[in-house]
């Protein structure tokens, strides 16, 4: 049977057959040092020509796709293989007003913070667990500092693999608890996450296990696109189309799959054109946009409440900058401030409670919002991506937990008066 899809190098262009495990394309890996973001990485090409919904048109190819739960474009051969559990998936709402105020654009919400284990790395974890469970591996080893590590935990768990998950020793408390809920092998590392993140490859080298590490393993990316799909398949039963999608970015895999999921439906003419992606990072870790021009790499320490999206060296750097150039998309960076107040927002006028690194796609948005940049009648998607629950402690300046009333009328009387309730 030919192969279900290839892997072709950013960088080289080098093709190398789906049926192999792969990570890097080894020739251009061996350029790789410790100080810039890898080359090499791999993405999945399908054989579009021969996937029968390209001779359907627009929505209808959609609706194919979905009817067959998008295995035609994922680098898995059966359905099964993936988790009972149900991930993506996630609601798209429309939001019309903000602080009571009608807005003059249209604005959309993908709740990513909906997935089993409440981030949009759900969706990379599942298509990884898949894949291994098609090749009979048993064992995924991932270097997370957070959302990864616990994704891949809680998929495994429901899928009866074994999850080795690689944690810097400094890791926050919420997502280890989570990791070791689910009952993945959590071994902390003496050292920064680039040490975890090295150890877990030699370790996948000389155990085999499989590696889930983010932009090293190519097939994040094909679960990370999916949301895309939804997006156009959820947005087109209100007839619209989205002008701008605003995406919280760190490494620059979400921001690359969601880029690829577009990629896949223009090639497969479900659309003509894709609309502006806007990358928001935070002003205090910008390494991903502040390089996108130029020809050095400088690395600037991070430092953001935003821990999700804290890095200094982003993986996929060099996909997300080819992407971002070949598409015209834009970026911004927001203040731990601007993310504070756009997560308060969220939460108040929503419902919906995000952690920082999402609330920072929001504040873009906002961002966006007060300099005049939504055009009327456009439409916006944020993709939230995470949580809130995931980290408290960033928001306690935004909040302010009152002193216990005494239980009678009079005390409550007074404590109304003072809050102006
Ligand atoms: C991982 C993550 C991001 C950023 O994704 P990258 O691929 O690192 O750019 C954003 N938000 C949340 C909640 C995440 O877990």
């Known amino acids: 049977m030919a192969d279900k899809f290839i892997y072709k190098c950013i ?23 410790a100080n810039m973001p890898p080359k090499g990485v791999l993405k999945v090409i399908y054989d579009y020509n021969g996937i029968p919904l390209v001779r359907h048109n627009g929505g209808t190819t959609l609706n194919h796709l979905f009817e067959k739960k998008q295995i035609d474009l994922l680098p898995v051969e059966k359905l099964k293989s993936l988790p009972k559990l149900r991930v993506g998936n996630t609601p798209l709402y429309r939001i019309k007003k903000l602080n009571s105020k009608k807005l003059p654009f249209r604005l959309f919400l993908k709740d990513d913070s909906q997935n089993p284990t409440f981030s949009f790395k759900d969706r990379a974890s599942a298509v990884v667990s898949g894949f291994a469970k098609e090749k009979k591996i048993k064992t995924i080893v991932a270097a997370s500092t957070g959302n990864a590590g616990s994704s891949l935990a809680g998929i495994c768990a429901s899928q009866n693999q074994k999850a080795i998950i690689m944690v810097p020793e400094s890791a926050p408390l919420a997502k280890l608890t989570q990791i070791i809920m689910y009952g993945a092998a959590i071994i ?45 398949h959820q947005i087109r039963r209100s007839k619209h189309l989205p002008d701008r999608i605003f995406v919280p970015v760190g490494d620059g895999v979400i921001i690359s799959g969601v880029y690829k999921g577009l990629e896949d439906m223009l090639k497969l003419g479900i659309i003509n054109e894709l609309p502006t992606v806007v990358a928001v990072q ?51 960076t927001v203040s731990d401030n601007e993310i504070l107040n756009a997560s308060k927002i969220l939460s108040e006028n929503t419902g919906i409670f995000a952690e920082p690194a999402a609330a920072t796609a929001f504040a873009g948005l906002l961002n966006y919002m007060n300099n005049g940049k939504t055009e009327k009648k456009s439409n916006n998607v944020v993709l939230l991506t995470g949580s809130g629950l995931k980290d408290l402690k960033s928001v306690q300046p935004v909040i302010e937990i009152p002193d216990a009333v005494k239980p009678d009328i009079n005390s409550l009387e007074n404590f109304l008066n003072s809050q102006k309730l």
């Open 11 to 33: 960088d080289c262009g080098k093709e190398y057959s789906g049926k192999e495990i792969m990570y890097l394309c080894p020739d251009c890996a061996l350029q790789n040092t």
């Open 188 to 232: 902390p590392v003496k050292g920064t996450y680039d040490d975890a993140f090295d150890l877990s490859i030699k370790a996948t080298e000389k155990y085999g296990w499989y590696n889930r590490n983010t932009a090293f393993n190519p097939l994040t990316i094909e679960g990370k696109k999916t949301v895309s799909f939804e997006i156009y």
């Open 282 to 332: 935070a002003e205090g870790s910008n390494n991903l946009i502040r390089n996108i021009t130029g020809n050095a790499f400088n690395i600037k320490p991070s430092n953001t409440i935003a821990d999700s999206i804290s890095v200094d060296i982003p993986r996929n750097f060099y996909m997300a900058k080819q992407f971002i150039e070949k598409y015209n998309g834009e970026y911004l």
